[in-house]
């Protein structure tokens, strides 16, 4: 499935039921793996708290955001599908 079609899906998923993120993460980890969906995970907490520490200069939230992308960081290592 191309990107396009798998972002496309997801839209049209959360559109009829936009509280369904179960599926979503389902057709994410389908179309990739459970890693790869940890690892953009991680980057987005990262990215997060970078822009919250440059943006905002609210430590604890900063330091929450880091923390969540660390968590997906180990988890990743751990995962093997």
């Known amino acids: 499935m191309s990107k396009v079609n798998l972002l496309h899906k997801l839209h049209e998923s959360l559109q009829h039921n936009p509280y369904n993120l179960t599926v979503a993460l389902e057709a994410l980890v389908d179309a990739h ?25 609210d430590g604890p939230i900063v330091k929450k955001w880091d923390r969540a992308g660390q968590v997906c960081d180990q988890a990743q290592a751990k995962v093997t599908v």
Do not use: M
């Open 33 to 57: 793996s459970v890693r790869a969906v940890l690892l953009d995970l991680a980057a987005i907490c990262h990215e997060k708290a970078e822009h919250v520490r440059v943006n905002w200069q």
